[in-house]
Each structure stands twice: as structure tokens, then as C-alpha cells.
């Protein structure tokens, strides 16, 4: 497996980026769009976001047109919409593909990762939930529906969490 601290990233405003930055930290990864019906999911992210920052915890927000274009804004309207309507203060990477021939190296690497049914490969839906450990091995995958503050999400983010 591609060491992911490794994997180039670009933040939503155009600066360089990589998970290295979160060494030592777990990093909820989660594939995000403005107009989808799970937008609202962007509330309970922001939730685990501030309240286990100072146990170790990063969320990262991946902005994706790829689900019925339900992301189709800027990075500066992504931002905006973002904060006014969510108070999103955790990290968001530049508009990202996370299925195709475009998939971007990052999610090459988090597909290969079973959910709880023991099933891999393409991300389903915006809001596709990859636990990443400290160590920075993917140690969960959560489907769109399984809500950010869903008990199995809490227990996993607070194992790893220790």
C-alpha cells in the first residue's frame, strides 16, 4: 500500500497539502458535495471536528461533482457555502474525483479499503466516511448514510483515539 503522508494534496485554496501535516493524528476523510440531500451531514462533521480536536482527531473535506453534479460551485463558493451554513472550520481539499479514470491517488488507495460488509472499491454517494489511525492506516469505511455521530463511527474514532 501507498504510504498515504505521501500522496500530494491540494486544499481547497490552492496551497499544497499532505496528511503528513496530521502525523500522529486520526483524519476523517469524507467526500462532501453542497447539494445533496446528505448535505446536512456537514453539522455532525463539524461536530466530531471541534469536539474531538483536542484528542487527536482531523476531519478533511473533499468536495465531488462526480454524484449528479451536486458540487458544482467554485472553491470560493464551496468555502463560503461551507462556513455560512455549517460553520465548517475543518480543512477542505480542492474539488476531487473519487471514482473513474480521474480518481485522484488518495482514493486509489482509500477504496481498497472493505466497509463492514466487507466491501471495497468504488465510493458510493457523497459523504463516504474513511477512518484513517495515527499510524496512517485505514482502519474503517463508512457509507454515505451512516451519519458522522452514528455509534459505530463514535467507537471507531475513539479507538483510535485511545
Same mark, same amino acid.
Given at each position: 500500500m501507498t504510504d498515504l503522508a505521501s500522496i500530494p494534496l491540494t486544499a481547497?485554496?490552492?496551497s499544497e497539502l499532505s496528511l503528513s501535516e496530521y502525523a500522529g493524528r486520526a483524519v476523517l476523510v469524507v467526500n462532501v458535495a453542497?447539494? /445533496?440531500?446528505? %448535505?446536512?451531514?456537514y453539522a455532525a462533521l463539524e461536530k466530531l471536528a471541534t469536539d474531538y480536536a483536542d484528542c487527536g482527531l482531523t476531519v478533511l473535506g473533499v468536495p465531488c461533482n462526480q454524484f449528479m453534479g451536486q458540487e458544482p460551485g467554485t472553491a470560493e463558493e464551496i468555502q463560503t457555502? /461551507?462556513?455560512? %451554513?455549517?460553520?465548517?472550520?475543518?480543512?477542505l481539499l480542492e474539488k476531487t474525483d473519487v471514482n473513474g479514470e480521474s480518481?485522484?491517488?488518495?482514493y486509489v488507495e482509500l477504496t481498497k479499503?472493505?466497509?463492514a460488509t466487507g466491501a471495497a472499491?468504488?465510493?458510493?454517494?457523497?459523504?463516504?466516511?474513511?477512518?484513517?489511525?495515527?499510524d496512517g492506516s485505514v482502519t474503517n469505511r463508512f457509507r454515505p448514510t451512516t451519519v458522522p455521530d452514528?455509534?459505530?463511527?463514535?467507537a471507531a474514532i475513539e479507538k483510535e483515539l485511545g
Open positions: 481547497l485554496d490552492g453542497s447539494k /445533496c440531500g446528505l %448535505t446536512p451531514q457555502f /461551507c462556513s455560512t %451554513t455549517y460553520g465548517v472550520s475543518f480543512p480518481r485522484h491517488p488518495l479499503t472493505a466497509d472499491g468504488d465510493v458510493q454517494w457523497n459523504f463516504e466516511k474513511f477512518l484513517i489511525a495515527r452514528a455509534p459505530e463511527v463514535i
